[in-house]
Protein backbone atom coordinates (compact mmCIF):
# COMPACT_ATOMS: atom_id res chain seq x y z
CA UNK A 1 0.00 0.00 0.00
CA UNK A 2 1.36 4.13 -0.54
CA UNK A 3 1.87 5.76 1.53
CA UNK A 4 -0.23 8.69 -0.11
CA UNK A 5 -2.99 7.85 -2.50
CA UNK A 6 -4.60 9.92 -5.32
CA UNK A 7 -6.54 9.86 -8.36
CA UNK A 8 -4.86 10.32 -10.71
CA UNK A 9 -7.54 12.12 -13.34
CA UNK A 10 -7.86 13.66 -15.43
CA UNK A 11 -10.68 15.67 -13.63
CA UNK A 12 -12.71 17.75 -16.24
CA UNK A 13 -15.09 20.33 -15.41
CA UNK A 14 -16.23 23.63 -17.11
CA UNK A 15 -15.68 27.33 -15.60
CA UNK A 16 -17.08 28.01 -12.75
CA UNK A 17 -17.59 24.53 -11.09
CA UNK A 18 -16.85 23.61 -7.51
CA UNK A 19 -13.37 20.96 -7.73
CA UNK A 20 -13.16 18.53 -4.66
CA UNK A 21 -10.16 17.13 -4.99
CA UNK A 22 -9.02 14.09 -2.78
CA UNK A 23 -5.79 12.10 -1.01
CA UNK A 24 -5.58 9.55 1.46
CA UNK A 25 -3.33 8.48 3.91
CA UNK A 26 -1.87 5.48 5.84
CA UNK A 27 1.00 6.73 8.27
CA UNK A 28 -1.15 8.09 11.35
CA UNK A 29 2.41 10.09 12.33
CA UNK A 30 1.76 12.37 9.53
CA UNK A 31 1.08 15.80 11.04
CA UNK A 32 1.49 18.69 7.99
CA UNK A 33 -0.26 17.89 5.07
CA UNK A 34 0.72 19.93 1.83
CA UNK A 35 -1.11 20.75 -1.72
CA UNK A 36 0.68 21.91 -4.31
CA UNK A 37 0.03 22.94 -7.75
CA UNK A 38 2.46 21.84 -10.80
CA UNK A 39 2.13 23.57 -14.63
CA UNK A 40 2.95 21.21 -17.14
CA UNK A 41 7.26 21.17 -16.99
CA UNK A 42 7.33 23.75 -13.96
CA UNK A 43 8.39 22.93 -10.59
CA UNK A 44 5.62 22.53 -8.18
CA UNK A 45 4.03 25.11 -6.22
CA UNK A 46 2.95 25.30 -2.70
CA UNK A 47 -0.68 26.48 -2.57
CA UNK A 48 -1.77 25.22 1.08
CA UNK A 49 -0.73 23.50 4.03
CA UNK A 50 -2.23 22.13 7.29
CA UNK A 51 -1.39 20.87 10.73
CA UNK A 52 -3.44 17.96 12.18
CA UNK A 53 -7.03 18.35 11.59
CA UNK A 54 -9.85 20.78 10.43
CA UNK A 55 -10.03 23.62 7.79
CA UNK A 56 -8.05 26.31 6.12
CA UNK A 57 -8.83 28.74 3.60
CA UNK A 58 -7.06 31.00 1.14
CA UNK A 59 -9.37 32.55 -1.58
CA UNK A 60 -10.89 30.25 -3.72
CA UNK A 61 -8.90 27.15 -2.13
CA UNK A 62 -10.00 25.09 1.15
CA UNK A 63 -7.95 22.85 2.73
CA UNK A 64 -9.51 20.08 4.62
CA UNK A 65 -8.04 17.43 6.75
CA UNK A 66 -9.56 14.54 8.98
CA UNK A 67 -7.10 12.61 10.37
CA UNK A 68 -9.77 10.24 11.77
CA UNK A 69 -10.49 8.60 8.38
CA UNK A 70 -6.84 9.94 6.64
CA UNK A 71 -8.13 11.79 4.39
CA UNK A 72 -7.25 15.14 2.81
CA UNK A 73 -9.26 17.39 0.64
CA UNK A 74 -8.84 20.27 -1.15
CA UNK A 75 -11.81 22.41 -2.74
CA UNK A 76 -11.65 25.49 -5.29
CA UNK A 77 -14.07 27.35 -5.75
CA UNK A 78 -15.14 29.10 -8.77
CA UNK A 79 -12.70 27.79 -11.51
CA UNK A 80 -11.11 29.42 -14.08
CA UNK A 81 -9.30 28.30 -16.72
CA UNK A 82 -5.92 28.87 -15.32
CA UNK A 83 -6.46 26.14 -12.61
CA UNK A 84 -5.74 23.82 -14.91
CA UNK A 85 -2.79 21.50 -13.83
CA UNK A 86 -1.60 18.71 -11.49
CA UNK A 87 -2.44 18.76 -8.05
CA UNK A 88 0.15 16.63 -6.09
CA UNK A 89 -0.84 16.06 -1.92
CA UNK A 90 1.93 15.81 -0.25
CA UNK A 91 2.51 14.52 3.83
CA UNK A 92 5.20 15.47 5.86
CA UNK A 93 6.80 12.44 6.74
CA UNK A 94 10.27 12.23 8.73
CA UNK A 95 12.44 14.93 7.41
CA UNK A 96 10.88 14.54 3.85
CA UNK A 97 7.58 15.34 1.63
CA UNK A 98 5.79 12.24 0.88
CA UNK A 99 3.72 12.74 -2.66
CA UNK A 100 0.71 11.60 -3.72
CA UNK A 101 0.73 10.23 -7.63
CA UNK A 102 -1.45 14.12 -8.52
CA UNK A 103 -4.98 14.63 -10.05
CA UNK A 104 -4.40 16.15 -13.14
CA UNK A 105 -7.24 18.77 -13.45
CA UNK A 106 -8.76 20.58 -16.63
CA UNK A 107 -10.92 23.18 -16.22
CA UNK A 108 -12.70 24.50 -19.66
CA UNK A 109 -14.06 27.70 -20.21
CA UNK B 1 10.40 35.72 -1.26
CA UNK B 2 11.07 31.76 -0.86
CA UNK B 3 12.30 31.35 -4.32
CA UNK B 4 14.63 28.72 -5.35
CA UNK B 5 16.43 28.70 -8.91
CA UNK B 6 17.67 26.14 -10.79
CA UNK B 7 19.95 26.10 -14.10
CA UNK B 8 20.02 24.96 -16.66
CA UNK B 9 16.33 24.88 -17.20
CA UNK B 10 17.01 22.23 -20.17
CA UNK B 11 19.84 20.65 -21.05
CA UNK B 12 21.55 18.01 -23.82
CA UNK B 13 24.24 15.95 -23.57
CA UNK B 14 26.07 12.92 -25.11
CA UNK B 15 25.85 9.36 -22.97
CA UNK B 16 29.17 9.06 -21.54
CA UNK B 17 29.34 12.76 -20.67
CA UNK B 18 28.61 14.28 -17.00
CA UNK B 19 26.46 17.12 -16.38
CA UNK B 20 26.21 19.37 -13.37
CA UNK B 21 22.81 20.78 -12.06
CA UNK B 22 22.37 24.05 -9.74
CA UNK B 23 19.83 24.30 -7.33
CA UNK B 24 19.85 28.00 -5.32
CA UNK B 25 17.85 29.38 -2.71
CA UNK B 26 17.82 33.16 -3.67
CA UNK B 27 16.50 34.63 -0.44
CA UNK B 28 16.59 32.52 2.01
CA UNK B 29 19.03 30.57 3.85
CA UNK B 30 18.48 26.37 3.04
CA UNK B 31 19.88 23.88 5.47
CA UNK B 32 18.57 20.83 3.75
CA UNK B 33 17.83 20.86 -0.06
CA UNK B 34 16.07 18.00 -1.73
CA UNK B 35 16.42 16.56 -5.16
CA UNK B 36 13.68 14.74 -7.35
CA UNK B 37 13.14 13.14 -10.21
CA UNK B 38 9.67 13.03 -12.55
CA UNK B 39 9.41 11.18 -15.35
CA UNK B 40 6.24 11.94 -17.61
CA UNK B 41 2.85 12.08 -15.91
CA UNK B 42 4.11 10.31 -12.83
CA UNK B 43 5.09 12.11 -9.19
CA UNK B 44 8.02 13.17 -7.58
CA UNK B 45 10.50 10.57 -6.67
CA UNK B 46 13.30 11.38 -3.68
CA UNK B 47 16.40 10.79 -4.73
CA UNK B 48 18.50 12.17 -1.92
CA UNK B 49 18.26 15.01 0.88
CA UNK B 50 21.11 17.07 0.92
CA UNK B 51 22.22 19.04 5.09
CA UNK B 52 24.83 21.91 4.44
CA UNK B 53 27.99 20.61 4.77
CA UNK B 54 27.60 17.31 5.43
CA UNK B 55 27.05 14.17 2.95
CA UNK B 56 23.40 13.51 1.00
CA UNK B 57 21.71 10.64 2.43
CA UNK B 58 20.44 8.72 -0.69
CA UNK B 59 17.14 6.59 -1.21
CA UNK B 60 17.01 3.43 -1.95
CA UNK B 61 17.92 2.36 -5.01
CA UNK B 62 19.19 5.82 -6.03
CA UNK B 63 23.27 5.05 -7.33
CA UNK B 64 25.01 7.65 -4.93
CA UNK B 65 28.12 6.72 -7.35
CA UNK B 66 25.89 8.39 -10.42
CA UNK B 67 24.34 11.32 -8.63
CA UNK B 68 27.09 13.18 -7.09
CA UNK B 69 25.44 15.95 -4.64
CA UNK B 70 27.33 18.84 -2.69
CA UNK B 71 25.80 21.30 -0.56
CA UNK B 72 28.71 23.54 -0.05
CA UNK B 73 26.83 26.12 1.05
CA UNK B 74 23.40 28.03 2.73
CA UNK B 75 21.98 28.42 -0.29
CA UNK B 76 23.91 25.88 -3.43
CA UNK B 77 23.33 22.70 -3.62
CA UNK B 78 24.72 20.93 -7.64
CA UNK B 79 23.34 17.13 -8.96
CA UNK B 80 26.12 16.15 -10.94
CA UNK B 81 24.47 13.00 -13.16
CA UNK B 82 27.68 11.13 -14.01
CA UNK B 83 28.38 8.64 -17.28
CA UNK B 84 24.83 9.92 -18.49
CA UNK B 85 22.87 7.45 -19.90
CA UNK B 86 19.73 7.91 -21.88
CA UNK B 87 17.60 6.34 -19.06
CA UNK B 88 18.40 9.21 -17.26
CA UNK B 89 16.96 11.33 -19.09
CA UNK B 90 14.14 13.10 -16.91
CA UNK B 91 12.88 16.19 -15.28
CA UNK B 92 15.03 16.96 -12.55
CA UNK B 93 13.71 18.91 -9.33
CA UNK B 94 15.13 20.34 -6.48
CA UNK B 95 13.26 21.89 -3.19
CA UNK B 96 14.94 23.69 -0.18
CA UNK B 97 13.74 24.10 3.37
CA UNK B 98 14.13 27.23 5.05
CA UNK B 99 16.69 26.86 8.46
CA UNK B 100 14.47 27.19 11.12
CA UNK B 101 11.81 25.31 9.11
CA UNK B 102 10.51 21.98 10.03
CA UNK B 103 8.38 21.45 6.97
CA UNK B 104 7.92 23.85 4.17
CA UNK B 105 9.83 23.12 1.19
CA UNK B 106 10.36 25.60 -1.83
CA UNK B 107 10.56 24.09 -5.73
CA UNK B 108 13.00 25.06 -8.21
CA UNK B 109 11.40 24.94 -11.50
CA UNK B 110 13.13 21.90 -12.40
CA UNK B 111 15.87 20.78 -14.87
CA UNK B 112 15.04 19.14 -18.31
CA UNK B 113 17.86 16.26 -18.84
CA UNK B 114 17.79 14.59 -22.34
CA UNK B 115 20.64 12.67 -22.96
CA UNK B 116 21.06 11.18 -26.87
Known amino acids: QKEVEQDPGPLSVPEGAIVSLNCTYSNSAFQYFMWYRQYSRKGPELLMYTYSSGNKEDGRFTAQVDKSSKYISLFIRDSQPSDSATYLC?????????FGTGTRLLVSP | GAVVSQHPSWVICKSGTSVKIECRSLDFQATTMFWYRQFPKQSLMLMATSNEGSKATYEQGVEKDKFLINHASLTLSTLTVTSAHPEDSSFYIC????????????FGPGTRLTVT
Open chain 1, 90 to 98: ADQGFQKLV
Open chain 2, 95 to 106: SARASGSSYEQY
